[in-house]
């Protein structure tokens, strides 16, 4: 079994310059996390609000925090004083309160829209209708203590490559749309955050520019999410 800084290294190979690795660390212990971050691995992701609170006061302090999970409103408070950046935010509720809690700790919290592309029922995310009835909002240009970066999506679980393909595309498509239409003059919005462990070549073949990896770094994970 190799190393997870051999891991790492070794998907470090693969990705173009303008990709990021976000290594996903959940359910993974706080060694397995100083371990990869001894290999030069700073941004981590994780799904659940306290777990990422909790690891991250025993870690050291210049990491970057990267909620990558379905965030329940209620616990956005946990995170909001370190989070480097929500990936996963799916509703206008959830955009609404994680901007008042920035509002609260004075912050101004980086967020990707999460779209829903798989063909399946158990995923998050917006539609496109439902995130420009949003964007169009007048209440939209108020919300001060957020700041949009880009998008985010799921995959289907499935090994259908050509499948995933299309999702991926149409998530790109996503981010050129809403780029042109809304954020043309705004240099941060510009993320796209798509690939996992089984479809991260697909996804930068198709212009991804954040990799969520978690078992490919770490392991396989003991229970599926
Ligand atoms: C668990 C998870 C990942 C990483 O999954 P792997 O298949 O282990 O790479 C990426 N993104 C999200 C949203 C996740 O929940």
Same mark, same amino acid.
């Given at each position: 079994?190799?190393?997870?800084?051999?891991?790492? +290294?070794?998907?470090?190979?693969?990705?173009?310059?303008?990709?990021?690795?976000?290594?996903?660390?959940?359910?993974?212990?706080?060694?397995?996390?100083?371990? /990869?971050?001894?290999? @030069?691995? $700073?941004?981590? =992701?994780?799904?659940? /609000?306290?777990?990422? /609170?909790?690891?991250?006061?025993?870690?050291?302090?210049?990491?970057?925090?990267?909620?990558?999970?379905?965030? +329940?409103?209620?616990?956005?408070?946990?995170?909001?004083?370190?989070?480097?950046?929500? $990936?996963?935010?799916?509703?206008?509720?959830?955009?609404?309160?994680?901007?008042?809690? =920035?509002?609260? @700790?004075?912050?101004?919290?980086?967020?990707?829209? +999460?779209?829903?592309?798989?063909?399946?029922?158990?995923?998050? =995310?917006?539609?496109?209708?439902?995130?420009?009835?949003?964007?169009?909002?007048?209440?939209?240009?108020?919300?001060?203590?957020?700041?949009?970066? =880009?998008?985010?999506?799921?995959?289907?679980?499935?090994?259908?490559?050509?499948?995933?393909?299309?999702?991926?595309?149409?998530?790109?498509?996503?981010?050129?749309?809403?780029?042109?239409?809304?954020?043309?003059?705004?240099?941060?919005?510009?993320?796209?955050?798509?690939?996992?462990?089984?479809?991260?070549?697909?996804?930068?073949?198709?212009?991804?520019?954040?990799?969520?990896?978690?078992?490919?770094?770490? @392991?396989?994970?003991?229970?599926?999410?």
């Amino acid at each position: 079994m190799s190393s997870i800084a051999e891991n790492i +290294q070794r998907i470090q190979n693969t990705l173009p310059a303008n990709t990021a690795l976000i290594a996903v660390s959940k359910m993974k212990p706080v060694d397995a996390i100083a371990e /990869a971050y001894q290999a @030069g691995q $700073h941004a981590f =992701g994780e799904n659940r /609000a306290m777990e990422m /609170a909790v690891k991250r006061s025993q870690l050291p302090e210049d990491i970057q925090w990267h909620f990558v999970g379905h965030l +329940q409103s209620n616990k956005v408070k946990y995170i909001v004083s370190f989070v480097h950046l929500v $990936h996963s935010v799916d509703s206008e509720h959830l955009l609404d309160v994680i901007n008042r809690e =920035g509002q609260k @700790g004075k912050r101004v919290i980086d967020c990707l829209l +999460q779209f829903y592309i798989a063909q399946e029922e158990t995923k998050f =995310g917006f539609t496109m209708e439902e995130a420009e009835t949003m964007l169009q909002k007048k209440k939209f240009l108020q919300l001060k203590n957020i700041r949009l970066c =880009g998008v985010m999506g799921m995959a289907s679980l499935t090994d259908n490559s050509a499948q995933i393909q299309r999702e991926f595309q149409t998530l790109k498509q996503h981010f050129d749309y809403l780029k042109e239409k809304y954020f043309a003059e705004e240099s941060s919005f510009k993320e796209i955050s798509m690939g996992m462990t089984d479809d991260y070549s697909i996804a930068i073949a198709e212009g991804s520019t954040m990799v969520r990896i978690g078992s490919a770094i770490f @392991g396989e994970r003991v229970k599926s999410e």
